[in-house]
């Protein structure tokens, strides 16, 4: 292959006196030659098969399915998809301090991080007029599990998913169990004996639940 000088490809006058000219050059040159070859195939292909995408791109392969199981955790508000295991608010309590209470507060009123524990206003949701008026000049109370959660079940996924914020999905099913027993008696709304598992969950009623309604409003899809 000869190599043109500099001076000819760009047109310039000049020589090529230094070797970093030359690889430079050099370079472009290379760059050209890789260029088609790696273009020339590509287009030969696009020219000759329809526009119908390929069965496979060549890349990535199938999920295993316990790589599948391990991500698919979610938990409804019904309960589906809390798995087999149990926990009290007593066992909870250790847990509590040794994992959470260092950014939640030691009792859950907060610290670096939100409040677990709020049971004010009592028996009022924590806006609208009633609670205007029972709040007065104070300070707006923080919304908590305690007076905004509509469902006892979410505490399962969120805990189990999200923490400790330091090491999430590290907690075992019956701590995760134990830690949501520990929030919820804590708030006034279970007994702190009262096991905690897959069937009693569910049925925990929520303070805030009735405060939530489902948004039946029209003006959605139907009007576009
Ligand atoms: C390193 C700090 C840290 C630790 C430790 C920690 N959390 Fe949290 N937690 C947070 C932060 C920050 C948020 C808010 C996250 C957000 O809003 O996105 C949060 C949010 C929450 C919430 C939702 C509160 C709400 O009403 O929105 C719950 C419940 C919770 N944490 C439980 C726990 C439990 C149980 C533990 C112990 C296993 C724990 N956290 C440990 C930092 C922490």
Excluded: K
Excluded at 7 to 24: A, D, E, F, K, Y
Excluded at 27 to 34: D, I, K, R
Excluded at 63 to 85: M, R, S
């Amino acid at each position: 292959m000869t190599v043109m000088r500099e001076s000819q490809i760009l047109g310039l006058p000049g020589q090529l006196t230094t070797s970093l000219q030359m690889n430079r050059v050099m370079t472009l040159v290379v760059t050209l030659v890789m260029t088609l070859v790696v273009a020339s195939p590509a287009m030969a292909q696009r020219a000759s098969t329809s526009a119908a995408p390929p069965d496979r791109f060549g890349f990535g392969e199938p999920a295993p399915h316990t790589l599948i199981e391990d991500l698919d955790i979610d938990v409804g508000p019904d309960g589906t998809g809390l798995p087999e295991g149990e926990g009290t608010a007593q066992a909870g309590a250790a847990l509590y301090r040794r994992l959470c209470a260092s950014c939640h507060g030691p009792e859950g009123e907060g610290a670096t991080a939100n409040p677990l524990v709020g049971t004010d206003p009592p028996g009022i949701p924590p806006f609208g007029p009633e609670y205007e008026a029972w709040r007065g000049s104070s300070r707006d109370v923080p919304l908590t599990v305690g007076n905004y959660w509509p469902f006892a079940t979410t505490l399962f996924d969120y805990i189990r998913r999200a923490m400790p914020t330091s090491a999430p999905g590290s907690l075992q099913t019956d701590e995760v169990f134990s830690l949501v027993a520990w929030v919820l008696a804590e708030n006034d709304i279970i007994p702190s004996d009262t096991e905690m598992n897959a069937e009693t969950l569910p049925q925990v009623r929520m303070p805030a639940r009735s405060w939530f309604v489902p948004d039946d409003r029209r003006g959605g899809p139907e009007v576009r």
